[in-house]
């Protein structure tokens, strides 16, 4: 039997109806007790009164936070109830009793939640944050389906890098070397020279030996890849998702936002297109914040912090020095020193959201980069074959899902953002 989820009580005013879910929280005055109960989808308080149903009540007495339970009961409105709704119990059934719960409701330290991120994901906040998640996930498929970009998944297994050699997580492939996806990039490339414009969601892999709160080892990149873009039209489409996602989470998930205290004017605020600077001009606005920085040098989690606290909108940073760049970015005609590759970084203090850039469409260049970086050549000549059979301009990129997810939200830590994270010291549970 399925009866009604909480988050639709209010087409239910006055009716008798049956809910199914877990105790989150019980409280009593002696003669009156007050079950809130948790779904999914929502909180809401049964109310029990003694002199009306003592036996349903002695039994609400026996049970435990968490256990799950049955409910029936008449739905009225009650503004200061949560969610706006109350049940007046009329039926109790006990589905299984919980054990003690480890999770109370008094403050926990966050090793101790990690531990027990199967049972931490029951509570509210991390309800509202798996929501606004699945939100973005859902608007960023209906923007590229609505702009004509056809969904076609990457490998996740893969023969060589993408990113770097120093990120690769190594598997034995029956007795040969492969290795975990760090982007669908390269496959992307072959994709868009298939169907024109192409998107991938899939998670992906770095073994980073960084212990920051920007950095998973395991994490999920929206790309996308379209033939006869160039680096403007790159930036536009990006900004657009991400203005797309934005308004999508405002609208729909406006009260989980709330729930999470997030300052929901700064998202409001926001308006294309995004202020685009180049590295040159990066480099003299760290500098003028007293910073030591080199022109030639990559940026750390300061200097993007620098950037990402000087802009009230997402901000392009592009033309990268070459150097510091993968190996496949398609150098600036006008100076190619630099790159025709933009980073966007997330306001706020969150630092890098999307790279993404030009790639380079002239076999010959194509060979000798690959040649410089000392990448295996062998493994990158499937590669050069788009090069070699109807090459055009195209550009591509990867937004980071979960650094979306803990800006739109104004999590302190990407570690809440995905239900599972690994970590540099965590793979349990
Ligand atoms: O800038 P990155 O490394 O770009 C690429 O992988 C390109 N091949 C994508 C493409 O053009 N198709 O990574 C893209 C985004 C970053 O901006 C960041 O949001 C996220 O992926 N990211 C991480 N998120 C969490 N933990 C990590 N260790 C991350 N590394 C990158």
Redesign the pocket.
């Known amino acids: 039997m399925q009866g009604v989820l909480i988050k639709h009580l209010g087409k239910h005013v006055g009716e008798e109806v049956t809910i199914q879910g877990w105790l989150y929280n019980k409280r009593s005055s002696g003669k009156i007790q007050f079950l809130i109960v948790r779904d999914g989808t929502g909180l809401v308080q049964g109310v029990l009164v003694k002199k009306e149903a003592p036996e349903l009540f002695d039994l609400a007495k026996t049970i435990t936070q968490e256990s799950s339970i049955k409910v029936k009961g008449i739905v009225r409105e009650e503004p200061r109830s949560v969610g706006g709704y109350e049940l007046a119990v009329t039926g109790l059934e006990l589905i299984s009793m919980a054990e003690e719960y480890p999770i109370s409701h008094k403050e926990h330290g966050v090793d101790f939640l990690m531990d027990r991120r199967h049972l931490w994901l029951r509570t509210p906040r991390q309800n509202a944050i798996l929501r606004i998640r699945a939100e973005i996930e859902q608007a960023a498929r209906d923007f590229f389906h609505q702009n004509d970009f056809t969904l076609v998944d990457s490998p996740i297994i893969t023969p060589a890098a993408?990113?770097g050699t120093t990120t690769l997580f190594e598997l034995d492939y029956h007795g040969e070397k492969a290795y975990l996806s760090?982007?669908?990039?390269l496959y992307?490339e072959a994709s868009a020279m298939a169907v024109g414009r192409m998107y991938c969601f899939g998670p992906?892999f770095?073994a980073?030996k960084?212990k920051t709160r920007?950095?998973?080892?395991e994490?999920w990149?929206i790309?996308?890849?379209a033939a006869f873009f160039d680096h403007e039209d790159n930036m536009k489409i990006q900004e657009e998702l991400v203005y797309f996602i934005i308004q999508r989470v405002l609208e729909r998930r406006r009260q989980d936002l709330e729930f999470l205290g997030r300052d929901i004017s700064k998202l409001e605020a926001i308006k294309l297109p995004f202020p685009r600077i180049s590295y040159t001009e990066a480099v003299e606005l760290i500098r003028s914040k007293g910073e030591d920085f080199t022109w030639g040098q990559d940026f750390g989690a300061p200097h993007e912090t620098i950037i990402s606290e000087s802009f009230a909108a997402p901000v392009f940073v592009h033309r990268f020095p070459a150097e510091i760049k993968?190996f496949y970015m398609k150098p600036d005609p006008a100076d190619p020193r630099v790159v025709l590759g933009a980073?966007?970084i997330a306001p706020e203090g969150y630092g890098?959201?999307?790279?993404?850039?030009q790639r380079i469409d002239d076999l010959r260049l194509l060979e000798q980069r690959i040649a410089e970086h000392k990448l295996p050549r062998e493994a990158f000549e499937w590669y050069l074959d788009l090069r070699r059979y109807g090459s055009v301009p195209h550009s591509?990129?990867?937004?980071?899902l979960?650094?979306?997810v803990a800006w739109i939200c104004k999590l302190d830590h990407?570690r809440e953002t995905i239900p599972y994270p690994r970590m540099l010291y965590r793979v349990y549970p």
């Open positions: 993408c990113e760090q982007s669908g990039q992307n992906t770095r980073e960084s920007r950095h998973l080892m994490f990149m790309e996308a890849e993968a980073d966007l890098e959201m999307i790279g993404g850039g591509g990129f990867g937004l980071g979960e650094r979306t990407v």
